[in-house]
């Protein structure tokens, strides 16, 4: 026999013997076909087996699942060259080979699980690893082994990125008709697109890799189609991608598609198949799904209100790192809505969004930490994430900033700095109109300037503030820091009066009842009088008496007279005493 002859009866039976393995694990008895593949593999030399074995160990056909041994077999077969063994060993990597615990890969090819979205991987990704045997099944002409590279250069780490040589990857990948590699060769057209020619370009190698049935693409395809990027507008189309990617379990499908459900965007409105697909999609980890499905449980509307149900939801993407739901649950910290109670639970979840950048968990956490919560590192973290935002021109950080000062929580109190900031806030923000007004007037922090307060007063005062156009009706009465006005005054306080501020009524009342440069209606200042005192007023509560005790308004009673009176005096009002006497001795001397 010669050598040809002889090479070729050991090459035969083994591809012989190949087949037939291949053909008993598709038939049902895998035992029978990994044995066949494990005697040849053992001989050594024949990568094909070698590779066989590997994946029969990684999906446990008809052997024990195991990845450590899949991981061995295969990385013999790409010692050997064998390009699609090393296209999986870098895909082994790259879902945490050598850091993780046992488990399968995916069916599909080498780089299927890295174009997914159905699970988190178990450990981090070995991109140094994964990166040698990318680089030889690549350049062996596999387009999977091109298309992990392409993602290895795109989304590792910094030192290894390089997107143009991905691009470059990822095209060739997606001309072998690779549906991964016509996914990244599209999304690399999208970073880099400057046109709407290269935006068509890009839909179109998503689309490509869509009608390859690559879920991930189908659900970036639904994206474009429903937004109309790079493609002609379609919501119905982009409802059918979302569906097909959701059924494959790609979260934020499952949250597309639930939301327009819920919505009827392109879709007859379905309500309970909507919420079931985001609480699928926030089931599976889609923490801006879990905050949906909480904020339509806080809110009620499509569903009804279920506070209870709304903080299981709100926890879930909050512990996922999702600042609004932190806020969000701290607010039913706040206010006791399905949770109890809990002004220190309440802080903790303010802290975890206000840390992750939420100005207004920022601002609610130092709301809480003026009233005796959080922790003791909470003044000192407010203040520096307010000076960092005001200094970067944040005009809502400076007003804050400006109340650490003034109110010393995490800082010194210093008067001086607070009106600094507080003038810098007075240039969009009411609130600081109005106490940058109070300081000029009352000289605190800066030179006293009661015409320049006055003129900063009644900026908030013109939108609208309350407590602005009560000040403002201050200092007309009294002729600060300007001409006297009462007749304006009076519509200022009857304007916050109606907005139900009660210092406005008691003034309403001093008003009409006399000695002002209006005239003089002592009904309607009785009528003033009892609705701030019925608001718990104790100055309005004593005037009102003694209008009672000497019929002012034109009848006397001197029994409720007595009962407002001795209101007042409860509250400290010590000059109701002098009434009650007096109503005293009124009753002696008809007795």
């Known amino acids: 026999m010669s050598l040809f002859d002889s090479l070729r009866a050991r090459v035969v039976p083994v591809a012989g013997t190949l087949r037939r393995a291949e053909q008993l694990i598709s038939e049902?008895?895998?035992?029978?076909?990994?044995?066949?593949?494990?005697?040849?593999?053992?001989?050594?030399?024949?990568?094909?087996?070698?590779?066989?074995?590997?994946?029969?160990?990684?999906?446990?056909?008809?052997?024990?699942?195991?990845r450590a041994e899949g991981a061995r077999w295969l990385e013999r077969a790409a010692k050997a060259g064998h390009a699609e063994a090393q296209s999986l060993l870098a895909a082994l990597h790259l879902s945490g080979f050598g850091r993780a615990t046992e488990s399968a890969m995916p069916q599909g090819g080498a780089a299927a699980r890295l174009f997914r979205d159905d699970a988190e991987p178990e450990e981090e990704p070995d991109f140094e690893g994964a990166l040698p045997w990318a680089q030889r099944a690549a350049d062996a002409g596999s387009a999977d082994g091109q298309a992990l590279l392409g993602y290895i250069l795109t989304a590792g780490p910094e030192a290894l990125r390089d997107e143009q040589a991905a691009e470059s990857w990822y095209a060739k990948?997606?001309?072998?008709?690779?549906?991964?590699?016509?996914?990244?060769?599209?999304?690399?057209?999208?970073?880099?697109?400057?046109?709407?020619?290269?935006?068509?370009?890009?839909?179109?190698?998503?689309?490509?890799?869509?009608?390859?049935?690559?879920?991930?693409?189908?659900?970036?395809?639904?994206?474009?189609?429903?937004?109309?990027?790079?493609v002609v507008a379609d919501k119905p189309a982009a409802v059918r991608l979302y569906r097909s990617a959701a059924e494959r379990r790609i979260r934020p499908a499952m949250a597309r598609l639930g939301l327009a459900l819920m919505e009827g965007r392109g879709v007859k409105p379905n309500v309970v198949e909507g919420e079931s697909w985001l609480r699928r999609a926030a089931t599976a980890g889609d923490v801006e799904a879990a905050a949906l499905v909480g904020d339509m449980y806080a809110k009620g509307g499509v569903l009804p209100p279920n506070y209870a149900e709304a903080a299981m939801w709100f926890r879930r993407a909050a512990e996922g790192g999702h600042a609004a739901a932190s806020r969000a649950l701290a607010m039913l910290y706040l206010t006791g809505a399905g949770v109890g109670r809990d002004a220190d639970e309440a802080a903790a979840w303010f802290r975890r969004a206000a840390e992750a950048g939420d100005a207004r968990a920022q601002a609610d956490l130092a709301n809480l930490v003026l009233r005796g919560h959080g922790t003791a590192e909470d003044p000192v973290k407010m203040r520096a994430w307010f000076e960092q935002a005001a200094e970067s021109g944040d005009l809502i950080a400076a007003f804050n900033l400006s109340v650490c000062l003034s109110e010393g929580v995490g800082v010194e109190r210093d008067d001086r700095r607070a009106a600094f900031w507080l003038r810098r806030a007075a240039e969009g923000v009411v609130n600081a109109q109005y106490l940058y007004g109070r300081m000029l007037v009352e000289g605190r922090g800066v030179e006293p300037d009661a015409a320049e307060g006055r003129r900063w007063i009644a900026k908030a005062a013109d939108v609208g503030m309350v407590d602005a156009q009560v000040?403002?009706?201050?200092?007309?009465?009294?002729?600060?820091?300007?001409?006297?006005?009462?007749?304006?005054?009076g519509e200022l306080f009857d304007a916050a009066a109606r907005n139900g501020h009660v210092g406005a009524m008691f003034a309403l009342g001093a008003l009409n009842g006399g000695g002002h440069d209006v005239p003089t209606d002592r009904p309607a200042a009785q009528r003033w009088f009892r609705r701030a005192a019925e608001a718990g007023h104790p100055m309005a509560q004593l005037m009102l008496g003694r209008y009672l005790r000497k019929g002012l308004a034109g009848t006397?009673?001197?029994?409720?007279?007595?009962?407002?009176?001795?209101?007042?005096?409860?509250?400290?009002?010590?000059?109701?005493?002098?009434?009650?006497?007096?109503?005293?001795?009124?009753?002696?001397?008809?007795?």
């Open 471 to 489: 000040a403002l009706a201050e200092l007309m009465v009294n002729g600060r820091g300007g001409a006297r006005d009462h007749a304006r005054a």
């Open 556 to 591: 006397t009673d001197p029994v409720e007279a007595r009962l407002w009176l001795q209101r007042a005096q409860d509250q400290g009002i010590a000059e109701a005493a002098i009434d009650l006497d007096a109503l005293a001795d009124t009753r002696l001397a008809s007795d």
């Open 173 to 230: 990948s997606a001309a072998a008709g690779c549906a991964q590699g016509m996914l990244g060769h599209g999304l690399a057209i999208l970073r880099r697109a400057k046109t709407d020619a290269e935006q068509v370009e890009g839909a179109s190698q998503i689309g490509r890799a869509a009608q390859a049935d690559l879920p991930m693409a189908q659900y970036l395809l639904g994206v474009m189609l429903e937004h109309g990027a790079g």
């Open 28 to 66: 049902g008895q895998p035992a029978e076909g990994f044995a066949l593949l494990a005697e040849i593999a053992r001989r050594g030399g024949v990568p094909e087996a070698e590779y066989r074995v590997g994946r029969c160990y990684l999906h446990g056909a008809g052997v024990p699942m195991s």
